[in-house]
T-cell receptor
């Protein structure tokens, strides 16, 4: 099976702009989660989508939003970019087992730089 | 709230020697624990997980981890380290407080493993 893919791999934006990141999960996986990785804060959970519905949300401002399509592909949007949004954004997919025993498989990430 | 701690920022080991990367956890209830590895400019690769059952979990690339409930630890181990094992290792715990399923992982701060010849 193909792994999790994320596009684009690299992005450079300026403050105030908005950006959309895309994630295609492993075939058959219905859950997509997003994480932000920075040197200062480490890995932080943004949100999770399962069957087109947001199932969990982390502690990020409303500028961060996402959605999931019927084919399980997901997009993440960040509006009004700030310098502190510069990070590696990681997407992870899993079957979405309600018991919570499934494994999340990560994509290679999108490196966002805000100037 | 659930959390994991990785007390060592960096671990240095000689190739061929055993390695241990430490992780302790704090959860309410039974923990679901994971180890991931990250190579430079790459995403996270899954190594192994503990859900229930045997306390010794075997994973990818010869890694294993020992779950110790009394010490609330989940240390990652490998009998013989390779230079290619040099990478950033993360311990994580599944957040089971949200209910109704859910895939929120809480990660430790990571441990840089350096294996030298």
């Amino acid at each position: 099976k193909a792994g999790v893919t994320q596009t684009p791999r690299y992005l450079i934006k300026t403050r105030g702009q908005q950006v959309t990141l895309s994630c295609s999960p492993i075939s058959g996986h219905r859950s997509v989660s997003w994480y932000q990785q920075t040197p200062g804060q480490g890995l932080q959970f943004l949100f999770e989508y399962f069957s087109e519905t947001q199932r969990n949300k982390g502690n990020f401002p409303g500028r961060f939003s996402g959605r999931q399509f019927s084919n399980s592909r997901s997009e993440m949007n960040v509006s009004t970019l700030e310098l502190g949004d510069s990070a590696l954004y990681l997407c992870a997919s899993s079957t979405g087992d309600r018991a919570g025993t499934d494994t999340q498989y990560f994509g290679p990430g999108t490196r966002l730089t805000v100037l | 709230a659930q959390s994991v701690a990785q007390p060592e920022d960096q671990v240095n080991v000689a190739e061929g020697n055993p390695l241990t990367v430490k992780c302790t956890y704090s959860v309410s209830g039974n923990p679901y624990l994971f180890w991931y590895v990250q190579y430079p400019n790459r995403g996270l690769q899954f190594l192994l997980k503990y859900i229930t059952g045997d306390n010794l979990v075997k994973g990818s690339y010869g890694f294993e981890a020992e779950f110790n409930k009394s010490q609330t630890s989940f240390h990652l181990k490998k009998p013989s380290a390779l230079v290619s094992d040099s990478a950033l290792y993360f311990c994580a715990v599944r957040d089971r407080e949200t209910g109704g399923g859910g895939n929120k992982l809480t990660f430790g701060t990571g441990t840089q493993l350096k294996v030298e010849l």
